[in-house]
Nanobody, 119 residues
Framework: VQMVESGGGLVQPGGSLRLSCAVS????????MHWVRQAPGKGREWVSM????????SYADSVKGRFTISRDSAKNMLYLQMNSLKPEDTAHYYC?????????????WGQGTQVTVSS
């Protein structure tokens, strides 16, 4: 199983980034996929999830209306479009998977990508 995130970087408040997670080694369409983040000195925070077939999404209140999760099963890719970024969105962002859609219970994670929102 491999899950490789990319797309992080430094962005000014109000800016946008699109994170990607390339997966391989498993049947992508069988799994719920999640984005989770961890800010320095803080615990992990669930951000968003999408169902195996796509079309059912859920978001943390802190990102609702600003972030959009999507997946492309043909390409084995998971995405997180992040708009109107705030300094409090600064964190290491991970993609993760599970089979039941429960938050906080994942069997594989990627290595993550750093997002820094600062002027």
């Amino acid at each position: 199983v491999q899950m490789v995130e990319s797309g992080g970087g430094l962005v000014q408040p109000g800016g946008s980034l699109r994170l990607s997670c390339a997966v391989s080694g498993f049947t992508f369409s069988n799994f719920w996929m999640h984005w989770v983040r961890q800010a320095p000195g803080k615990g992990r925070e669930w951000v968003s999830m999408i169902n195996p077939g796509g079309g059912v999404e859920s978001y943390a209140d802190s990102v609702k209306g600003r972030f959009t999760i999507s997946r492309d099963s043909a390409k084995n890719m998971l995405y997180l479009q992040m708009n109107s970024l705030k300094p409090e969105d600064t964190a290491h962002y991970y993609c993760a998977r599970n089979t039941d859609g429960k938050r906080g219970d994942y069997d594989y994670w990627g290595q993550g990508t750093q997002v820094t929102v600062s002027s």
